[in-house]
């Protein structure tokens, strides 16, 4: 138990680290935390809503460290940075809040667990959906048998992205940056969410076997998928299926279908609605938040909600990715281009990964023209 206030660092204070500075701002002022300094190697935004004021900034985060002594840092960097700032955070003495994902293979997660082990922290993972209490709902009907056997989970989402979303950062849209895999795609980045949802509602069990994969990109100029779908059984035998776009014309925010001997879920992860098997509406729930899940874990030992041992399995998922080769260009002939920004749009993606995930079908499976 540690019941001081706890100091909060943040390291990536801009691009992502932007929501958390926002996240931490009611608190602050609310006096249940410190924001005792923040680092970027970039010049900080500012914002009117989250004024650096006199938090001290820095552009070395090891200074950062050394100067601020934080008991909590938050890392918003980009992916290949995750592993040596979380394992500096920890060896002096801090607990983290590392953004997904974690680290970008399973070697790396045995060097960050092992740090973890040694050095007694904790490391909570940025899947903030799985806070959601409509994830808690699910796992209790399943838990009492209200979906029977456990058969299969399929998550679909179809969302859109513009040409200025791979301008965003260098490292978007890449396959690898400064020779580190980091594969900026739909499955490893805005999607990665979709898949640690559904291995954790399938139980958390490790996959059994291939992890079957197609990617496809509809933009010449990335070297990543935009289109794929992935599936594997776990050592529960659980079937799970993710399949995304950023090209489809409808939007599926993140629909998940969870199918028992008896009847079927529909949990839409982004937005905490659930429909339980026998119920005509879903309903709203509400989500813990991460960070103030990891403050409690520090100062009552409750436990953590998305700690690094739950993300071993999508550590998994994520390397098979990162390994695959440039995915195949989508043929123009189902491409359309539409708008001032304009987002490309593949035929059909949308009812395509709905069809993907409802019945734990591959592209290739489906008779699609492009698949
Ligand atoms: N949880 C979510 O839903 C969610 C959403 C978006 C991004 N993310 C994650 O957040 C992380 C950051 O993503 P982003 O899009 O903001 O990336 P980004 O490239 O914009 O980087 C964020 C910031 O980190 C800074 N930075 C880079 N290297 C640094 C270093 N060594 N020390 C200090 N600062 C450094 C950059 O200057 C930048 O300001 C990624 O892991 C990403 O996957 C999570």
Known sequence: MDLRIPRIAIVGANGYGLHHRHNIEPKRRAGALELVGLCDTAEIVESPDIPVGDTPVFDDYQRLLEATDPHIVIIATPPPTHLPIASAAMRH??????EKPPVASLDEYELLYDVMVETGRAVQVGFQALGSHAFNALR?????GRLGTLEAVGVAGSWQRPDSYYRRSPWAGKREANGTLIADGALANPFAHASQEALA???????????????????????VDDTAVWRGVNKGGVSVTVAVTLCGERKLEGDIYVRGT?????????TDRLRLPGEDEPKQYGRTDLLDNLMLHRQRGVGLISGLRRAKTFTRVLERVLNDPVPRLVDEAHLKRVGDDPVTLLDGADAAVEA?????KLFSELSLPWG
């Open 93 to 98: 003495g801090a607990d983290v809040y590392l």
């Open 140 to 144: 209790e009907a399943m838990e009492i």
């Open 201 to 223: 509602i399938a139980g958390d069990w490790p996959l059994d076997g291939e992890i079957e994969l197609e990617r496809l990109r509809c933009r010449e100029g990335i070297e």
């Open 262 to 270: 008896e009847g079927e879920a529909w949990f839409e992860y982004p």
């Open 356 to 360: 993907a995930a409802r019945s734990g």
